[in-house]
């Protein structure tokens, strides 16, 4: 899932050599520290809008106030504060990822996935729609990205039996499940942190979601079955033509699991879990505790109906947290940049400087800046958690003040986020199924770049369509 995110490991070889993001992090937070000492400290008016229950900025009521730079301590007590004040997300991300651990632990995933894909053999028109649809379900529920590594080998061997290449075969795997991530109706690591950060109801904006991810899907199925077709044809119209001619090898298909009625019914545990979440989000307006209560009853079911003793339940839970002890703490680590700006009195001045150099842009302009600004930043900030820690509560009183909806400041977070995870070189995912696949990073660029403009200019239409349909 995508806060398990970490650096690369020092032994794999990158294009692009940048520091671990808990250093950039630390140096952004020094930073922070020294701006209190330069940026003039000041503070904007702000009211309780009585219909949401929401803190609002007041337009126009800026106006400067003493400086009170924070000192050296401060800038390191900053982080158990940030933590502290990033709790509730903290142990909600803690946990939720216990629960897919458990899930995990099933060898459902693995046996159903296996199941579906193999069931496509033969039938090539079919398996890379269906393929790509199928791990998109996993990108927009659970924020699948990692997990797709496991499953590229499958892909890889079934694509090379239908004549394609292993491009073809990674992309139907993690392309897919890109492009639910995009889309993040109900992924809980990045639309359920930003919204709870710009406290806007969890999972609301899902319809209008919904209709931008059919459009990413679609066109990124177009994409990979145009260039698979190609390589159908001819051979040398792949990107790895040279190492297809040495790489063809067996599949290996044997030593995933079957899927069996155990499964089928963590599958149904599931199922109803997740819809019993989106009824209780609309209906009873559950917030992070409950949902995080409600994945929690989910996990246990699916794990005493897969066959998980109680011992073994508690151990997956286990690892499922630990897996992701790098993109829950970067959120703790994140919110302490804003700890220090706050302290330092210079967090509205930020704010009423960047609305100020923007506010006579056209809105278009606005959104569409924000939008390139996150997908610039997840070069550093690869966790999407982490990432919404760190910009929403600086995003969220700039729409305030251009008079944009709060959701506006999610969607254009999350599609920055999302457009650059499958070619930014700092994406552990992205260079690990690469490494599993044995596609050189450059040759993936060359496959996909024109895949990564189509998809940031549907989202640059889809965030110009949020604005003029007002979504919030």
């Known amino acids: 899932m995508e806060t398990e995110r970490n650096p690369v490991s020092s032994k794999k070889k990158t294009l692009l050599k940048v520091p671990h993001t808990y250093t950039l992090i630390f140096i952004i937070i020094i930073l922070a520290g020294l701006a209190s000492y330069f940026v003039p400290a000041g503070e904007f008016e702000r009211v309780k809008d009585e219909s949401t229950g929401r803190m609002l900025v007041v337009d126009g009521s800026y106006h400067t106030i003493e400086s009170d730079p924070v000192s050296f301590f401060e800038i390191f007590t900053s982080i158990p504060m940030g933590l502290e004040k990033g709790a509730q997300i903290i142990f909600y991300i803690f946990l939720v990822s216990g629960v897919f651990g458990i899930i995990r632990s099933t ?76 889309g993040g109706m109900l992924n809980p690591f990045t639309v359920g942190v930003a919204q709870s ?38 051979p040398a119209n792949s990107v790895i033509y040279d190492i297809e001619q040495n790489e063809k090898q067996g599949t290996g298909l044997g030593e995933f699991p079957e899927l069996t009625g155990r499964h089928k019914l963590v599958f149904l545990v599931m199922l109803c879990g997740l819809a019993f979440n989106v009824y209780g989000v609309f209906k009873w307006g559950w917030f992070l505790t409950e949902l995080t209560a409600s994945f929690m009853i989910m996990g246990i079911i699916s794990g005493l109906v897969g066959g998980l003793q109680l011992g073994k339940l508690f151990d997956s839970f286990i690892a499922g947290a630990k897996a992701v002890t790098f993109g829950a703490l970067i959120v703790g680590f994140a919110r302490a940049i804003t700890v220090v700006l706050e302290e330092g009195k210079i967090i509205d001045t930020v704010v009423f400087m960047m609305a100020s150099g923007i506010s006579h842009l056209p809105q278009a302009l606005n959104v569409v800046g924000m939008f390139f600004g996150q997908a610039i930043l997840n070069l550093f900030i690869s966790s999407g958690s982490g990432q919404a820690a760190a910009t929403m509560p600086i995003m969220v009183p700039i729409t305030d003040l251009l008079g944009l909806e709060r959701q506006i400041a999610v969607l254009a977070f999350q599609y920055g986020d999302s457009v650059t995870n499958s070619i930014i070189p700092t994406s552990s995912a992205l260079m690990g199924y690469l490494a599993v696949a044995g596609i050189p990073y450059e040759r993936w660029v060359t496959f996909i770049w024109k895949l990564i403009l189509g998809w940031a200019l549907i989202a640059c239409v889809a965030l110009l369509a949020a604005v003029a349909l007002g979504v919030s």
Request: no cysteine; glycine share 12%.
């Open 107 to 182: 060898g459902a995933i693995e046996a159903g996935v296996f199941k579906g894909v193999r069931s496509l053999e033969g039938r090539e028109r079919l398996l890379i729609p269906l393929s790509m649809i199928l791990f998109s379900i996993g990108g927009f529920t659970m924020g699948m990205a990692e997990e797709t590594i496991i499953f590229v080998p499958i892909g890889i061997a079934l694509a090379r039996a239908m004549g394609f290449d292993a491009v073809t075969g990674t992309a139907m795997i993690t392309l897919g499940a890109a492009s639910g991530f995009f």
């Open 197 to 234: 950060l710009a406290e806007v109801p969890l999972f609301s904006g899902i319809g209008f979601r919904f209709v931008v991810y059919l459009f990413v899907l679609v066109f990124a199925i177009w994409y990979v079955s145009r260039y698979a077709n190609k390589v159908k044809q001819n």
